[in-house]
């Protein structure tokens, strides 16, 4: 077996997965899978900014569990990669020197342990939509597969869409035969001899965290930035008291900054008002303004949707919180609209009783849920017809959904552009033809013998 290591640097926290494949194959599609991975204790490696050493050692838990994960013998020959995200591209806006400070410390970490390491760095917004994209349709094998004589085969059904909700961005990617009237939009690949025009986008400051800063700034500014101010998406009976600073320290909300200082403590108490709350979400988007012939939101261009899509992340919590702890199934977007409006509804000790472990991030479920409703249906435009086609879930198989694994099948070129040889499929098919005769020739000596043996035996007689 083979070894591979991608540290997934996001908003929120780091996770570190570590895949495995056969040594002689490759090539093969279907074949790599995740043999473990580890949850970084603490906050992404962006909220290391002042004090970025600390941002190479947060890592080192997860390094030392690989150190056994993997076999020792194969240390050396396993690519270690990390890949930084929309926390990361947000720092580096803001601070482009502390940026590089962390990115820096996290891979002098890295460069101390014995594996192969390839390099730390920021992705586009774009290379991580394609790269989830990549790893939701390489496990579900809609590139190639073989087939059970060898022989590679094209699958006939099409490829997924893809769709990821992250701390700090929202990404959609899917292939599409419409023109791609931005060329920014626009990614051609070529996997096994197969050519694909796909569509991708990533809107920074639409994750789940920075879509709730953006929210209590709103919030705010409403009620001219009072020492008490009113939450429509938080439970009645929920409060809180935070400082400003925590509110006004990402580019996504400082230019709603005021002029008040940052150490002042705001307390926001919830109202629970769904209707409310749908308003200011909805006026995070802007609807309006397209200079192509279809836009999402934003200004930017988006071809329809059309096919099947894998949601996942964010996504994904979010429609099983409210099929597992609320009790209601998502089938349709009226489903999530009105569990959307029910968890707005349902008053926080009520909340507490039916998700007593989720305490930290249950205030959030009533504007997340409403924000997916309105990302989906009025951004993405998916309806009755389409909505229905979205699977949300967090693995294939045993494997988690991510950008990770396409990220490493490019860099370590595992997924050729050409269709593989079909020199050891022919192998292969030798072998199986071989075994094939044996078995046949085997089962007719059998039965002729028997044949012999009852007429011998009738002869006698």
């Not at 803001?94 to 890295?110: E, H, K, N």
């Not at 200011?280 to 988007?285: A, D, E, G, I």
């Not at 993405?380 to 879930?393: L, M, W």
Request: proline share 5%.
């Amino acid at each position: 077996l083979q070894y591979g290591i991608v540290l997934d640097a996001g908003s929120s926290h780091t996770a570190m997965f570590i895949y495995k494949w056969p040594a002689d194959k490759e090539n093969d599609t279907g074949v790599v899978s995740e043999h473990g991975m580890c949850d970084v204790e603490g906050p992404g490696i962006s909220s290391y900014s002042s004090n970025p050493l600390a941002a190479g050692t947060s890592l080192e838990h997860c390094l030392n569990q690989a150190l056994r994960d993997v076999p020792k013998a194969k240390h050396a020959s396993t690519p270690l990669y990390l890949g930084a995200t929309a926390g990361m591209r947000l720092l580096n806006i803001a601070d482009p020197q502390a940026s590089d400070a962390v990115l820096g410390a996290a891979a002098a970490t890295l460069k101390t342990y014995p594996f192969d390491f390839r390099g730390a760095k920021i992705l586009s917004g774009e290379e991580e939509g394609v790269f989830g994209w990549v790893t939701a349709n390489y496990l579900l094998e809609n590139f190639i597969k073989r087939g059970w004589l060898g022989e590679w085969i094209q699958p006939q059904k099409k490829t997924l869409g893809a769709m990821d909700f992250g701390g700090a961005s929202t990404q959609i990617t899917f292939e599409t035969m419409d023109t791609i009237e931005n060329p920014r939009n626009e990614v051609m690949l070529k996997l096994y001899g197969q050519a694909y025009k796909v569509y991708t986008h990533s809107f920074l400051c639409y994750g789940r965290d920075q879509v709730l800063k953006r929210l209590l700034s709103k919030f705010l500014q409403a009620e001219s930035y009072q020492e008490t101010v009113s939450h429509p998406c938080w439970p009645m009976g929920y409060n809180k008291s935070l400082l400003m600073s925590s509110i006004y320290d990402s580019p996504c909300t400082e230019k709603e900054r005021p002029s008040l200082s940052l150490n002042t403590t705001v307390t926001l108490v919830g109202t629970g008002n769904g209707n409310l709350c749908a308003l200011h979400v909805s006026k995070l988007f802007d609807f309006t303004n397209c200079s192509f012939s279809h836009c999402s939101f934003d200004g930017v261009f988006q071809p329809k949707v059309s096919g099947n899509f894998i949601a996942f992340s964010a996504f994904f919590y979010t429609v099983d919180f409210i099929q597992t702890v609320m009790g209601r199934p998502v089938h349709l977007p009226s489903d999530l609209k009105d569990a959307a409006e029910t968890i707005c509804a349902t008053s926080w000790s009520k909340l507490l009783l039916k998700a007593p472990k989720l305490e930290k991030r249950l205030p959030d479920y009533c504007a997340v849920s409403t924000f997916v409703y309105l990302l989906t249906t009025k951004g993405y435009s998916f309806n009755n017809h389409s909505f229905p086609n979205i699977a949300f879930q967090k693995k294939a198989g045993e494997t988690s959904i991510g950008w990770a694994l396409g990220y490493m099948l490019n860099l370590t070129n595992m997924i050729p552009a050409e269709k593989p040889s079909s020199h050891k499929s022919m192998l292969y098919n030798y072998w199986v033809i071989l075994i094939l005769l044996f078995v046949v020739t085997t089962l007719t000596s059998l039965v002729t013998a028997i044949c012999l043996l009852r007429h011998s035996k009738s002869s006698i007689i």
